[in-house]
T-cell receptor, first 116, second 109 residues
Framework: NAGVTQTPKFQVLKTGQSMTLQCAQDMNHEYMSWYRQDPGMGLRLIHY???????DQGEVPNGYNVSRSTTEDFPLRLLSAAPSQTSVYFC???????????????FGPGTRLTVT | DAKTTQPNSMESNEEEPVHLPCNHSTISGTDYIHWYRQLPSQGPEYVIHGLTSNVNNRMASLAIAEDRKSSTLILHRATLRDAAVYYC??????????FGQGTRLTINP
């Protein structure tokens, strides 16, 4: 299993540009989520999904859109990039939303995004 | 969300045990205690979790106080590869994982 994969690893955008961060998992996990991590800070939840076709907002959803058309993929779209969105983005998946099934979340390697 | 309090940083020596403390005085009866760690330039990695009893796995041990208001993650024999930020997280049911600042662990050779 490849686990959770993310592309690209690095990206530089100009203010106002849009892009999609890709996330895929091959563990047949129902629960997927996106976090951002700013320098020296913990992770903050952006959006999450409990299954294909179902998404919901996390702690910091503004400026981001998500969709979940398949179990495997959970892309994160930046609609109009701003310097405040400069961050490292992590995608995660788990077999369920709660213990005991969903006790362990698997994280991808991250995408480092810089908006100038 | 119930809060956790961890020291900002700790330091230990290679091949010695490390005890990472976490206070969670407002924990409720259904809160699970989770530990994750994040190695430099990587995504977080699950370490261990528990509810009431002490737990052991191949990575670490989790000691939970009898009143559950505190817990300790124990690395039995630290290696340089254990240098990371360790997060203690309380999670109730289907609540999302909430990551705080964590403890930055430095291992000296």
């Amino acid at each position: 299993n490849a686990g959770v994969t993310q592309t690209p690893k690095f990206q530089v955008l100009k203010t106002g540009q849009s892009m999609t961060l890709q996330c895929a998992q091959d563990m047949n996990h129902e629960y997927m989520s996106w976090y951002r991590q700013d320098p020296g800070m913990g992770l903050r939840l952006i959006h999450y999904s409990v299954g294909a076709g179902i998404t919901d907002q996390g702690e910091v959803p503004n400026g981001y859109n998500v969709s979940r058309s398949t179990t495997e993929d959970f892309p994160l779209r930046l609609l109009s990039a701003a310097p405040s969105q400069t961050s490292v983005y992590f995608c995660a998946s788990s077999s369920g939303p709660a213990p005991p099934a969903g006790v362990e979340q698997y994280f991808g390697p991250g995408t480092r995004l810089t908006v100038t | 969300d119930a809060k956790t309090t961890q020291p900002n940083s700790m330091e230990s020596n290679e091949e010695e045990p490390v005890h990472l403390p976490c206070n969670h005085s407002t924990i409720s009866g259904t809160d699970y205690i989770h530990w994750y760690r994040q190695l430099p330039s990587q995504g977080p990695e699950y370490v261990i979790h528990g509810l009431t009893s002490n737990v052991n796995n191949r990575m670490a041990s989790l000691a939970i106080a009898e009143d559950r208001k505190s817990s300790t993650l124990i690395l039995h024999r630290a290696t340089l590869r254990d240098a990371a930020v360790y997060y203690c997280i309380l999670r109730r049911g289907a609540q999302k994982l909430v990551f705080g600042q964590g403890t930055r662990l430095t291992i000296n050779p």
